[in-house]
């Protein structure tokens, strides 16, 4: 073991006192990586790792150390590569063993709570280092004089500032000025408030990539003096840039492959220039306030283009240009926007996998374009104006996630989607769909998200929807459904870790792949810049918006809240009979909402076992019986509406969440009583037991339905035993029926003698 060179344990468990004994004896150890070992604690401060003088190479990412770095650290005189990120370090590097490891080149301190000076001056005499990333630390500005230079010239450095999520009031260090060699750059989240250091380009020509978002630079966004033939991605989003884009941008760049200036405040025209980007491969104009057609020189120059993006603007015409030449476009984002048609050579675009022109202006029959696509598997076409069915011809073989919500779509459940094969997510809200929910939707085996609310589908809910294991979500409210709620429900799991997959095998399209020339590998693949999203184009791109009303409230869910959220809705139809015990076994879902149905009888008690429930509505049902005291053990209920049915007794005991509900949850059940309710319980009748249908509810008044059977009831009974008496006895039967003939003879003569005098004052009076 003495005479081992290289250690690589990641993802072992190992002894606490490792890194303190263990370790000592390896003498001739040049690289150590311990990257998502199970090891804690703290680094040793003096025996172990710290009399290592041989290392060259340091990796102890991910494992859960803490406390200040040891100044033993200075020890390692060899030291070349040290990376210490996604740990809970803490102190002032400034003050730190760091700066004195004369050898580092490559430096890597990121997401742990290090304070941070951004001027960097106690690092100035590491004339080696080459690599230096902080991100998600905690920054500070530091003493930091113009004038003085550092030994260093870096070749890639990454500085972000993440918490708390705030941007943090700085300067553009001045070590900056004396770097001539830099590849790559990334600052985020500062608060720079200047203007963009177009000097940072000019010094560096051999720039590759560049990021600066989120660090309010407002200005109009001007280009450099010199064309950047290097650079191959620029993002420069999340700021306050203003103004129209420069039309020449193209002749400036002209090796771009990723641009991004999403979330500013442009305007005006997209650059026809852009076009002469022709490596382009991402292009992300999104949150802006751009306005007429998506250029024609653009469809037609960025052949190589695979994922744009325009959401959120104001751009206007077909979608696409008439003439456009992007046949390995693979994403295509134009939500938002004041598009008015589809072009029919859409089908130009054969490699598109992710369609989303929610939030326009289209209309007319469902486009048939569509058909002409045999990989898609993504499409939002909510909120626009589509009319009619959709076409049979749709190819749904690969789609895992189809929204439709908010057209004028109509037609029964479409056919085609018994050939959805891969679907995770169907969205048919606010439509004019109807008919059946078809039997055979069983078959759509792998759904995770049914929402079909707002349409006017009909019958009952099948019980095939039981089959359905991977649901977490199902709304099928303000429909036309009747019956009674499936008791299989509770077949359904509602897990939601089956349903994380489908945010991880998306299209990755935003990692730049250089050729052999660009990459830029630095030391480790790790390093590697074409294995860094220095666009901020992650997943985030592909994760889907869905509404769901909860808590009162109509509320957008989108990425990863949707993993984290499962809940059922079949308010506002027309659903009977008592509701199913078996309801009460679903403790994943986060809301149930039943109101606005027939339901009857009572509040089952097992839904006291709904132990991540926030939002529960039964209101506007004809619900009886008491409220069951054991949901007071819903400590996360938030939401509660019992409103509008017939239930009775004392409402449960303020504790726990029900401590905060007010009385608007319990009106219109006037034999409800109790805290905060007007109604006292002392002045109110006994208590009744009684059962219902396996409920275990307890009523204290009597059933409505059972009076009214019971009145019928006894009403016939007297009449039946009425007529069998007089049948029986003939002396009786005689009386009655002269009693009956008195009766008659009486009445003929009061009214007859009444309705002379009433004719003879008539005609006294008006005669």
């Known amino acids: 073991m003495s005479h081992l060179e290289e250690l690589y344990l990641g993802g072992a468990t190992l002894p606490n006192d490792f890194l303190s004994n263990k370790i000592g004896s390896m003498t001739s150890l040049q690289v150590l990586s311990l990257t998502y070992s199970r090891l804690n604690g ?95 630390n905690i920054f500070f500005e530091g003493e930091d004089i113009l004038g003085s230079a550092p030994s260093f010239q870096l070749f890639q450095i990454h500085l972000s500032s993440s918490k708390d999520g705030r941007n943090i009031p700085m300067s553009l260090p001045n070590f900056f000025y004396y770097q001539n060699q830099l590849k790559i750059v990334e600052l985020s989240g500062f608060d720079f408030r200047g203007t963009f250091p177009r000097w940072l380009l ?106 744009l993006k325009l959401s959120s603007n104001n751009l206007t015409g077909p979608i696409l240009p008439p003439q456009n030449n992007l046949p390995n476009l693979i994403w295509l984002h134009l939500d938002k926007n004041k598009f008015t048609e589809i072009p029919p050579n859409l089908s130009n675009s054969s490699a598109l996998r992710l369609l989303n022109l929610s939030h326009n202006h289209l209309e007319g029959e469902f486009p048939i374009e569509f058909c002409q696509f045999d990989g898609l598997t993504q499409l939002d076409l909510s909120n626009n104006n589509f009319t009619g069915t959709i076409s049979s011809c749709f190819n749904v073989e690969h789609l895992e996630k189809i929204q439709l919500s908010n057209n004028k779509l109509n037609g029964p459940f479409p056919e085609v989607f018994h050939r959805l094969m891969n679907i995770r997510m169907i969205d048919l809200s606010n439509n004019h769909f109807n008919g059946r929910i078809p039997n055979w939707i069983d078959s759509i085996s792998w759904l995770s998200f049914l929402i079909l609310k707002n349409n006017h589908f009909d019958s009952n809910i099948p019980d095939q929807i039981c089959h359905l294991s991977k ?32 945010y991880s095998s998306q299209i990755v399209a935003a990692k730049p792949m250089l050729n052999d020339d660009q990459k830029i590998s630095c030391h480790h693949n790790y390093w590697a ?32 809240p949707l993993l984290f959220f499962s809940a059922i809705d079949l308010s506002n139809n027309k659903l009977a009979g008592h509701i199913p015990p078996e309801i009460g076994n679903l403790s994943k879902i986060k809301a149930l909402n039943l109101s ?53 007794g004392r409402i449960p005991q303020a504790t726990n969440q029900f401590g905060t509900f007010d009385s608007s949850i319990y009106i219109e059940n006037p034999f409800l009583c109790g805290e905060p309710l007007p109604n006292n319980c002392t002045d109110s009748p006994l ?35 009425i007529a069998g008496i007089l049948y029986i006895n003939p002396h009786w039967r005689r009386a009655w029926f002269h009693v009956i003939e008195v009766f008659i003879t009486s009445s003929y003569y009061f009214v007859v003698d009444n309705m002379w005098r009433i004719k003879v004052g008539f005609l006294r009076r008006y005669g």
Not at 471 to 496: A, H, Q, V, W, Y
């Open 42 to 136: 703290t680094l040793p401060s003096h025996q172990g790792l710290c009399e290592l003088k041989t290392l060259q190479e340091i990796d102890l990412s991910h494992i859960g150390l803490g406390g200040q770095l040891p100044w033993c650290l200075a020890n390692l005189t060899s030291l070349k590569f040290l990376d210490i990120s996604n740990n809970q370090f803490t102190g002032n590097i400034a003050l730190s063993p760091l700066a004195n490891l004369m050898s580092l080149e490559y430096l890597i301190l990121s997401y742990n709570n290090f304070l941070v000076p951004m001027s960097f001056k106690s690092y100035y005499n590491l004339s080696k280092l080459i690599v230096l990333e902080s991100v998600d």
């Open 202 to 307: 000019k010094n560096n020509i051999g720039l590759q990539a560049l990021t600066l978002t989120k660090n309010s630079f407002s200005e109009p966004f001007q280009l450099p003096s010199s064309p950047m033939l290097e650079l191959v991605a620029l993002d420069i989003s999340n700021n306050n840039f203003y103004g129209a884009i420069p039309y020449k941008i193209g002749n400036s760049f002209p090796k771009l492959q990723f641009l991004s200036m999403s979330r500013n405040n442009f305007e005006g025209m997209i650059p026809s220039s852009l076009g002469d980007m022709t490596f382009l491969r991402v292009l992300d104009l999104s949150n802006n306030q751009l306005s007429s057609k998506i250029p024609i020189h653009l469809a037609m120059g960025c052949s190589f283009l695979e994922g």
């Open 471 to 502: 649901l977490t979500l199902i709304d099928l409210s303000s429909n036309k459904l009747s019956g009674s709620i499936p008791r299989c429900l509770n077949n359904i799991t509602f897990e939601l870790e089956d349903i994380r997959g489908m």
């Open 529 to 560: 810049f074409h294995d860094r999203d220095t666009l901020g184009l992650r997943r985030e791109l592909f994760l889907v918006q869905l509404e769901f009303t909860t808590k009162g409230m109509t509320l957008p869910y989108t990425g990863k």
């Open 596 to 648: 606005h149905n027939n339901l009857t009888g009572g509040i089952p008690t097992t839904f006291s076992k709904l132990q991540n429930i926030e939002s529960l509505d039964l209101s506007h049902n004809n619900l009886n019986g008491n409220i069951p005291s054991q949901l007071t053990e819903l400590y996360s209920l938030g939401t509660f509406n019992v409103s509008y049915n017939n239930l009775s």
């Open 687 to 721: 208590s009744i037991p009684s059962a219902n249908n396996n409920a275990s509810v307890v009523s204290n008044f009597i059933d409505v339905g059972t009076f009214y059977m019971s009145f019928v009831g006894s009403y016939t009974v007297v009449l039946l035993a």
